[in-house]
């Protein structure tokens, strides 16, 4: 079976490349390099059954022949990550919006089916705290940045869903909690390997807001998992599944927890929100996901416990500092 894995050369795509390798599929990946890396790819690259493309999902010209070959398309593509998108948001709204809508209108053709990676931000601030699938999208406008990451994902969802209703095309939309693991860059907004560097090189920790906001952090290794078993399953087709760990941990005892563990001397500094995103950034008090529909369509559960994903993440830091 060939699959094409568009975004694979970032975080999640890595580890699910490796393991489609691993498993015996061939893959083909399409990434622009923008945020992704050659070196994420160092195990498989020189495998024969993977193919590398470098180019944009927004390329039709690129996407169409390489949906054409392939048995399965997974969208990871996308400019990622709250800074990213804060700091370039035209350019990232298109990026996400366009790139599915080139990538579902290729799979339409040939009738190939599509796994979309949405996202938990599709939520928005539904103050409800735990998410099922079919809970509210509750956003402020659209002339505030700080959405629009959002909805882009949300339009992502339309796209996916909308041509699986109306064309018939097999399309599942995975909605990713907050995944970590190896090879997670802290350079675009991402929390945990920015706290844990900044443990390590002795800095202070800057923790956003009061650092009350809870969140769950899912192992790539689980995120995996649970895109393979939807890839393997028909039923999963037309439906959208929550995707992530369900213990809950405050950011700012997630930055406690990572001095232990560091035997760091830094101090936690809190950070306003206008200060480190501008006037009027909003956060989600609190983020956990409904894993129970996905558990009942493939039977997958998050394995790793949060002392396990906190381990990887120091662990994975550490070893790039020290590269
Ligand atoms: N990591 C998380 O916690 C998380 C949470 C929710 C959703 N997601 C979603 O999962 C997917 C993967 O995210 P990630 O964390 O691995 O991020 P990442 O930045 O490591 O991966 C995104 C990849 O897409 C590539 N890319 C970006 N624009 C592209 C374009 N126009 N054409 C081709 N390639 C392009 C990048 O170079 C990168 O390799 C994304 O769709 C993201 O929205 C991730």
């Known amino acids: 079976m060939q699959v094409l894995v568009t975004g694979g050369a970032g975080f999640i795509g890595s580890h699910l490349v490796e ?14 390099l923008s945020t992704g890396n050659l070196t994420n790819l160092e195990r498989v690259i020189s ?13 039709e010209l690129m996407v169409d022949p390489l949906v054409k070959e392939a048995d399965a398309v997974i969208h990871l593509a996308a400019a990622v990550g709250v800074k990213l998108v804060m700091d370039q948001t035209l350019r990232s709204f298109q990026t996400n919006v366009r790139g599915t809508e080139v990538v579902v209108e290729a799979a339409c053709r040939t009738n190939t089916k599509v796994l979309l990676a949405s996202t938990s931000e599709v939520y928005g601030k539904n103050s409800s705290g735990i998410f099922s699938e079919d809970s509210d999208f509750v956003y402020g406008p659209t002339s505030v940045a700080r959405w629009t990451y ?43 390997p920015r706290l844990v560097k900044q443990a390590l090189t002795g800095i202070p920790l800057t923790v956003f807001g009061d650092g009350s906001q809870r969140r769950c952090f899912c192992h790539v290794d689980d995120t995996v998992a649970a895109i393979l078993s939807m890839l393997d399953s028909s039923a999963c087709v037309g ?31 809190l950070v306003p929100y206008e200060e480190a995103y501008g006037p009027g950034f909003e956060d989600i008090p609190r983020r956990v996901p409904n894993i129970s529909k996905l ?26 500092m020290m590269a």
């Open 47 to 59: 495998n024969p059954k993977l193919r590398f493309v470098e180019g944009s999902v927004t390329d």
């Open 239 to 269: 439906e959208a599944f929550n995707v992530g760990a369900i213990t809950e941990i405050s950011i700012i005892d997630a930055a406690r927890m990572i001095i232990e563990m560091t035997s760091s001397t830094s101090p936690i500094v």
């Open 150 to 192: 959002a909805l882009s994902k949300a339009a992502d969802e339309v796209l996916a869903h909308y041509y699986c209703k109306e064309f018939g095309l097999p399309t599942v939309i995975f909605r990713l909690f907050n995944t970590v693991g190896p090879r997670q860059s802290g350079d675009f907004g991402m929390v945990l």
């Open 19 to 32: 393991r489609l390798i691993d498993l015996g599929y061939s893959v083909t990946i399409l990434d622009d």
């Open 295 to 320: 558990a009942s369509f493939t039977g997958w559960a998050p394995t790793k416990t949060l002392e396990d994903v906190m381990h990887s993440v120091v662990d994975c830091v550490l070893a790039d």
